[in-house]
């Protein structure tokens, strides 16, 4: 009886916590976004870091034009939209549904033609 118990608690813990020992940092959001991010993180049973490591997990990112974003790329660390980690958002911690692809949300001007 003990036994089955104890696994119905771990289960209910690893659904309600689905992210954890995952580390995850930010990048583009304004200090508010970012503060309820970083809620939603630790709700979620994840690690915030401010700076992007080589252990990180994913980034969760406004653009791919960032420092954090281009570093993000070289080392193969996931980069997801804000939804990703939304637990209103039907994309909720479905990364394939939420990752931002190179160049994604970049604007180009050219100038000079006639």
Same mark, same amino acid.
């Given at each position: 009886?003990?036994?089955?118990?104890?696994?119905?608690?771990?289960?209910?813990?690893?659904?309600?916590?689905?992210?954890?020992?995952?580390?995850?940092?930010?990048?583009?959001?304004?200090?508010?976004?970012?503060?309820?991010?970083?809620?939603?993180?630790?709700? +979620?049973?994840?690690?915030?870091?401010? %700076?992007? *490591? /080589?252990? #990180?997990?994913?980034? $969760?990112?406004? @653009?791919?034009?960032?420092?954090? +974003?281009?570093?993000?790329?070289?080392? %193969?660390? *996931? /980069?997801? #939209?804000?939804?990703? $980690?939304?637990? @209103?958002?039907?994309?909720?911690?479905?990364?394939?549904?939420?990752?931002?692809?190179?160049?994604?949300?970049?604007?180009?001007?050219?100038?000079?033609?006639?």
């Amino acid at each position: 009886m003990k036994k089955k118990k104890s696994q119905t608690t771990q289960r209910s813990q690893k659904k309600s916590k689905p992210i954890t020992n995952q580390i995850i940092c930010t990048s583009g959001f304004s200090p508010e976004e970012n503060e309820e991010i970083i809620k939603q993180i630790k709700q +979620a049973g994840g690690q915030y870091t401010e %700076n992007l *490591k /080589i252990d #990180t997990n994913y980034l $969760i990112a406004s @653009t791919t034009c960032s420092t954090k +974003a281009l570093f993000a790329q070289n080392m %193969n660390i *996931k /980069i997801v #939209t804000r939804e990703w $980690i939304d637990p @209103t958002n039907e994309k909720y911690l479905n990364p394939k549904d939420c990752l931002i692809k190179c160049f994604e949300g970049v604007k180009f001007f050219l100038f000079g033609f006639d």
